[in-house]
C-alpha cells in the first residue's frame, strides 16, 4: 500500500494548492537571513549583570517580532524609532533584564550595534538552502530596510556571494512597503514582478508591499504567530522544498 503524501498545508501553511513557480526569489535580510548575534548580545547582558538564558533570549525575540508586526500601521515602514523601542523593551523584559537596567542593556546594544552590525547570526540549513535554489535555477536578490550597513553585515555572515545584490532602503532612498523599492529588484534581476517572489518576516511591509507591487510572497513564521492570508514557512532552509510543490 502507497505511503499517503504529506500534509503540505499543516507544515508550509499552504493556502494555494498549486502555485506556479517563480523565476526569483528576493529575500529580507534583517530577522530573515540574519539574526542578533547571541554571542555578542549575551555579552551585553552580562556585563550589565543580567543572567543569560539562550532559550529564554529566543522565545522573547519571536514574541518582541510578533508585537512590532502588529504594531505597523498603514503609515509605517517598520523601521520607526518608537517601534524599534518597544520591540527592545518586549524582548529585553521577556528575556529577563529587570525594570533598573533597561536603559543601560540598551545603550549597550546601542553602542555595539553601532560598532558592528548585530544582526550577523546565520540559522542552520540557510546556506546551504540558498545553495541549493541557485542550483534549481532561482535567481536570487536582496532587499532590506536597513541602515546602510547590510550588505557588509551579509559578507560578515558569509551570504553575500550566495545572491546577485542587495538593496539597502538607506542606500537607495526607498522603504518597504513602497511597492517602487520590490519593483527595483525585479528590474536588476531583469525579470518581470509577477514571476519574482519575495521571502520577509513583517506581514504588513513584506508581504502587503510584495502583493503591492505584483510579486507573490512568503512570510517567515518559525512560531506559527500569525493568521494571515499567506504561505508561511518556518525558515529560509525550508524553501527548497516547499518550492520544489510549485509548478511549472
Known amino acids: 500500500m502507497a505511503a499517503e503524501a504529506p500534509d503540505l498545508r499543516s507544515k508550509f501553511f499552504m493556502i494555494s494548492s498549486a502555485p506556479e513557480r517563480p523565476d526569483a526569489i528576493l529575500l529580507d535580510a534583517g530577522n530573515t537571513l540574519v539574526f542578533a548575534d547571541r554571542v555578542r548580545m549575551a555579552r551585553i547582558y552580562r556585563s550589565a549583570g543580567v543572567p543569560w538564558d539562550d532559550e529564554r533570549f529566543v522565545e522573547a525575540e519571536l514574541a518582541a517580532r510578533r508585537e512590532l508586526s502588529r504594531n505597523i500601521g498603514e503609515e509605517h515602514v517598520g523601521t520607526e524609532p518608537h517601534l524599534w523601542r518597544e520591540y527592545f523593551l518586549t524582548l529585553f ?14 545603550e549597550a546594544l546601542r553602542t555595539a550595534h553601532d560598532r ?50 542587495v538593496i539597502d532602503s538607506e542606500a537607495v532612498g526607498m522603504e518597504k512597503p513602497d511597492p517602487r523599492i520590490f519593483e527595483a529588484g525585479a528590474q536588476r534581476l531583469e525579470t518581470p514582478v509577477e514571476r519574482c517572489m519575495y521571502v520577509g518576516d513583517l506581514y504588513p511591509v513584506d508581504v502587503v508591499g510584495a502583493w503591492t507591487a505584483g510579486m507573490s510572497a512568503v512570510l517567515l513564521d518559525p512560531a506559527a504567530h500569525h493568521d494571515v492570508p499567506v504561505d508561511r ?4 532552509r525550508d524553501l527548497p522544498e516547499y518550492l520544489a ?3 511549472g
Open 233 to 236: 514557512i518556518a525558515a529560509v
Open 245 to 247: 510543490h510549485f509548478s
Open 93 to 106: 523584559r521577556r528575556s529577563g533584564v529587570p525594570e533598573t537596567l533597561l536603559d543601560p542593556v540598551g
Open 116 to 165: 558592528a552590525h548585530l544582526w550577523t547570526h546565520v540559522e542552520e540549513g540557510t546556506a546551504q538552502a540558498l545553495d541549493r535554489l541557485r542550483e534549481a535555477g532561482f535567481r536570487l536578490g536582496v532587499i532590506s530596510n536597513a541602515d546602510g550597513r547590510m550588505e557588509d553585515a551579509l559578507v560578515r555572515a558569509g551570504l553575500r556571494d550566495r545572491v546577485e545584490f
